[in-house]
Each structure stands twice: as C-alpha cells, then as structure tokens.
C-alpha cells in the first residue's frame, strides 16, 4: 500500500512559480514510478508529468515542458513538481499518483496514462490569476 499527500498548492499571479510536494506511505516508494496529473473545472483529468523509480527518466506533457520539472528524494519519500512560468490555463487540482506495476521498470508511454496508476492523493488546488 502506498498513501500520498501533496500540499503547496495555493493561489499565484500568472508568470509566478509554485512547488508542489507529495510525502508517501510504504516501503514501496522508492520502487514507484511516480506521476503528477491535474484536472480544472469541467475538463477530464490529465497527464503533467512522471519519474522513473530512480529519477533518471521523466516523462512531461507539451503542454509543461520547459516550464515544470519533476523529482523526487527516495531518502525522504517524496516527489516534487517545480511550476515556473504559470499560465491561467495551468487553474487546476493536481493530483499525485504511484505505480507500481511493471516491478518498476520504466514505459514512457505508459506513465502518460491514468490507467497505470494505483494510488492516489487527494489533490491540491493551483489556482493561477492575471
């Protein structure tokens, strides 16, 4: 079993930055591939970016490159998504998740999908103004 809580959402002016965290629960942590994924009002749930067990590959949505960046601490059970650059469209609740299927092993296409996904946070809200 794995738990996730994020926290540092908040509210921020367009152009400013956030970083999110994400402490998790169990000893399987550091074998998970981690995702962040977001959903605004209205609008389906969607990939923002994942990280391989080891951090050595990440995966963003266009939509996020060049702009957040995902890593994690094993040591601490945690993983962060550095947001700069925030744009109005980036409003949403951002979700933390973990897998661990595949032993760990890394699928960049698969890390894009919620469906590879076991466990949840409760999400945290990133509320973007002009």
């Known amino acids: 079993q794995v738990q996730l809580v994020e926290s540092g959402g908040g509210l921020v002016q367009a152009g400013g930055s956030l970083r999110l965290s994400c402490a998790a629960s169990g000893r399987t942590f550091s074998r998970s591939t981690m995702g962040w994924f977001r959903q605004a009002p209205g609008k389906e749930r969607e990939f923002v970016a994942a990280i391989s067990w080891s951090g050595g590959s990440t995966n963003y949505a266009d939509s996020v490159k060049g702009r957040f960046a995902i890593s994690r601490d094993n040591a601490k059970n945690t993983v962060y998504l550095q947001m700069n650059s925030l744009l109005r469209e980036d409003t949403a609740v951002y979700y933390c998740?973990?897998?661990?299927?595949?032993?760990?092993?890394?699928?960049?296409?698969?890390?894009?999908?919620?469906?590879?996904?076991?466990?949840w946070g409760q999400g945290t809200q990133v509320t973007v103004s002009s």
């Open positions: 998740s973990a897998s661990l299927r595949g032993g760990g092993s890394w699928s960049r296409t698969r890390s894009a999908s919620q469906y590879e996904y076991d466990y």
